[in-house]
């Protein structure tokens, strides 16, 4: 029944991910990434990105604003020149007038450069907190994607690279949005002093453009090329954050001190990234040749035109107004054509990247809700019956389980037994819903498990698995993690506590429920293996769900301590369905009823004096067991 898309056929064509885009028209094709890019900026903020573009957009009519002012300034002071002004002192020119127009003049360019720099301050702080709100907002977005993804994405190495790439561009993209705008105003910009340019001399536009294009053409290839080996780094990447990681947690620090792992982590992360510099600075050196040779081609052509346009004034085609501006003008044309078709291959470049980012929410869980599910039921009347189930994990040839078939009955305390690698855990997964089974079905009162609600059904199940969490909170809200939306239920908490004996635990901490765990931040206080775990029971009894189900989790705690635990969570969960995973049979033997997995199939069922009595694999382990105490 199972329909899971092994091999990550979701991801498209098959067990890896497509390679990133190298021709031309898919590096353009990237672009497509930006219009959704700048919906999520709109969505973002309304408010804040008119501002921006307004703002823009008045601060792109500045320069040729001010440049023409500037033309006018010279052709004011070269007229006075010619006219010849009586000399005297300045006051004298004042009070005859024939200064007021040049007055008036640098007046107004002093008030166009004290507006561009206001306008300029405004931009960078308005682009500043939407960057900022930007990166907040899709990051948000990012963990609530992935909290709806199957756990069967977690333990996919592709999508943890996708997932780690799509990290790093909720962060990295903020500066996008600047360039964009920054394009956009750049444009409004160019147009203008297009339009001047035009009047006197159309031709240095063309003579700049095709003198700019082998200089756009180099970026935008380079570009490309620095994305292709950030994305096939990718893997290399994670695990160099994960040496970083390990080499530097305090943590790991008491095992890997004690193995002397110091030198080979330091070592490993060495290689690692050196190779990772030696493919980067192929493209930086290429970039940098390259660019080079670019740039001086369309520095050949400003002067050029540079040329032309002094041998005209001289000639007398042009004032020395005009000179000024025509010369200034072609200058700032180029730098802005340069610019925009620099950053025209940039923005390209990180499209690509974008991609990562939209991608990874294109990606889709499998385990859903139907579109009208079955409440939870309560109370359970039947339990849950397993009909013939497989299961197999992604790429793997080995069944975790299979031809799985029995019954949990409402109310009773199953307990699971088998060597590690038989599918206990597994079987615990497809109880709760984690996986799907790729054969037969899971009932839950005569109904397949497929439809109830995700969500209630979840709500209704506590696990505790063997790897629980160490959440570096506080006492009180590790334990309320068992039902989060009842974390300001303190009397809830304690009860919790004293119910899995975590509150002697919590007794001995300096600030009791308030105590931060771990030693992650200041003032954090650690936990010994038994302590912690102790903490996780409580999580279960938290939650005070219809079913619970323990997987091993106290793996940590000495036998007399876990036999407590168990006794006492018989004791308070009467009349609850519960499910416990040990290797402990002075555990396991508190159970109403006994299943022995070995190789992902089902080789006793029993009580434990039953199973004792049979003979079979559980009365070997048990012996075994018992044999170590005597």
């Known amino acids: 029944m199972g329909g899971r898309t092994h091999g990550g056929g979701r991801r498209g064509g098959g067990p ?33 990105t008119l501002a921006s573009v307004a703002l823009r957009l008045l601060r792109a009519l500045l320069p040729v604003a001010t440049l023409y002012v500037g033309k006018l300034i010279v052709d004011e002071v070269v007229r006075l020149v010619r006219v010849g002004v009586p000399h005297g002192d300045l006051s004298a020119w004042l009070h005859g007038g024939e200064l007021a127009h040049l007055a008036l003049l640098l007046g107004l360019e002093f008030a166009l450069a004290v507006l561009a720099d206001l306008l300029g301050r405004v931009v960078a702080m308005v682009d500043s907190l939407l960057g900022e709100l930007y990166a907040n907002t899709t990051s948000i977005r990012l963990m609530e994607h992935a909290a709806s993804l199957d756990l069967e994405d977690f333990e996919d190495a592709d999508l ?19 360039q964009l705008l920054q394009q956009a105003q750049d444009i409004v910009t160019l147009l203008s002093f297009a339009v001047g340019l035009a009047v006197y001399a159309p031709w240095l536009i063309a003579l700049l453009a095709v003198a700019l294009v082998p200089a756009f053409l180099g970026e935008f290839h380079f ?6 080996v950030n994305y096939q780094w990718t893997p290399e990447r994670r695990e160099l954050d994960y040496l970083r990681m390990v080499g530097a947690s305090a943590s ?32 930086a050196l290429r970039r940098a040749g390259w660019g080079g040779l670019f740039t001086t081609i369309g520095t050949i052509g400003y002067y050029a035109a ?47 990247y974008l991609d990562d980012l939209f991608s990874f929410f294109r990606i889709q869980p499998e385990i859903l809700s139907p579109p009208n599910p079955r409440p939870f039921p309560r109370p359970m009347r039947e339990g849950f019956v397993f009909e013939d189930v497989g299961f197999r994990y992604p790429d793997a040839e080995r069944w975790a389980v299979r031809h799985l078939n029995f019954t949990l009955r409402a109310g009773e305390v199953l307990a699971l037994v088998g060597e590690n690698g038989a599918g206990k855990t597994t079987l615990v997964k497809l109880l709760s819903r984690l996986y799907d089974p790729d054969e037969g079905r899971i009932l839950l009162d005569g109904h397949p498990l497929t439809e109830y609600d995700l969500e209630d059904l979840r709500l209704n199940i506590g696990v505790i698995f063997q790897d629980f969490v160490r959440y570096y909170f506080n006492a009180a809200d590790n ?49 010994s293996g038994g302590e912690w775990q102790k903490i996780a029971i409580a999580r279960a009894y938290m939650r005070d ?16 301590s876990e036999y407590e635990v168990f006794q006492r969570f018989k004791e308070l969960s009467a009349g609850k369905t519960a499910v416990i995973i040990s290797h402990r049979f002075s555990t396991v033997r508190m159970a109403d009823r006994i299943i022995v997995l070995q190789h992902g199939a089902i080789e006793e069922v029993g009580t434990h004096e039953q199973l004792v009595a049979a003979g079979g694999h559980y009365a070997e382990l048990f012996e075994l067991q018992a044999a170590g105490y005597r």
């Open 223 to 228: 570009n490309a090329q620095s994305y292709a």
């Open 160 to 178: 943890q690279d996708q997932l780690d790439r799509a990290r790093r561009q909720v962060a990295g993209r903020g500066s996008l949005l600047s």
């Open 306 to 352: 540079y040329a032309i346009i002094a041998w005209r004034t001289v000639r007398g085609d042009f004032s020395i107004g005009d000179l000024t501006f025509l010369s200034t003008s072609f200058r700032r044309l180029r730098t802005l054509m340069e610019t925009l078709l620099v950053g025209f291959s940039q923005v390209a470049g990180q499209a690509l």
């Open 252 to 283: 790991n620090a008491k095992e890997v001190k004690s193995f002397g792992l110091n030198p080979f982590l330091i070592d490993r992360y060495r290689v690692l990234s050196q190779a990772m510099y030696r493919a980067n600075r192929v493209i």
């Open 545 to 560: 769900a219809p079913l619970l189900v323990l997987d091993e989790p106290t793996a940590a705690l000495d036998a007399r």
């Open 479 to 527: 334990i309320a993690v068992g039902r989060i939306e009842a974390r300001e239920d303190r009397a809830r908490i304690a009860d919790a506590a004293r119910r899995s004996m975590a509150d002697e635990v919590i007794a001995r901490l300096p600030k009791g429920y308030a105590q931060m765990l771990g030693k992650l931040f200041k003032g954090g206080v650690d936990l």
């Open 16 to 48: 890896h991910e497509p390679p990133p885009p190298q021709s031309l028209r898919e590096r353009f094709a990237a672009l497509r990434n930006v219009p959704p890019f700048l919906a999520s900026i709109w969505q973002t903020s309304r408010s804040l």
